[in-house]
């Protein structure tokens, strides 16, 4: 019994190691921290310039200001201690961040597709949106979407290829 307890341990330290270098984690901090601030930037430029959908500035403001808070999160050093108020408190708000910006971006896509192409050109037409602000929007979130996308196909692959490691050394032992 014991050696099926060990069989299973190292896809387990292969799932609790950092997914980044400590490079890469500060690249995609940075990278974070200019696309929160551009988000917020744009958005509040931008506040009255879409009669079409006026909430999508709101929504890049609003998901400016979650990478921010999400990004400051991140930077709480954490202790080894599991029981650690702070652990707990990091890890609740993360969970809780993750799941509102789920939700934020469906939204948003609904806010962003759903007039898909909006009138850059008259300002008084009903269906006006200005180009920059649009398009940023437009791609920022399908963007995300590709990113999503490719993190769900990398951890698939991860879990397969952790998988088939695992089972060619169980089954080297035997």
Known sequence: MEHEANWHTPLLQVLEQ???APA?????????LILGIACIIVGSIY???CTKQHLIPIYLIV???CALLFLMVSL?????DENNIRNKFCQFFTHLESLFSFFWLITGSVWIYSIYQPDYIDKTS???????LYLF???????TYIFLGL????????????GTVILTKHFSNT
């Open 126 to 132: 009903p269906n006006y949106c200005n180009k920059t």
């Open 63 to 65: 998901s400016g200001i």
């Open 18 to 20: 950092p997914p980044a």
């Open 137 to 143: 929007a437009f791609w920022i979130t399908t963007i």
């Open 24 to 32: 890469g984690s500060v690249c995609l901090k940075g990278f974070t």
């Open 76 to 80: 709480i050093p954490r202790s080894s």
């Open 47 to 49: 506040l009255d310039s």
């Open 151 to 162: 993190m769900m196909l990398f951890g698939i692959c991860a879990c397969i290829l952790g």
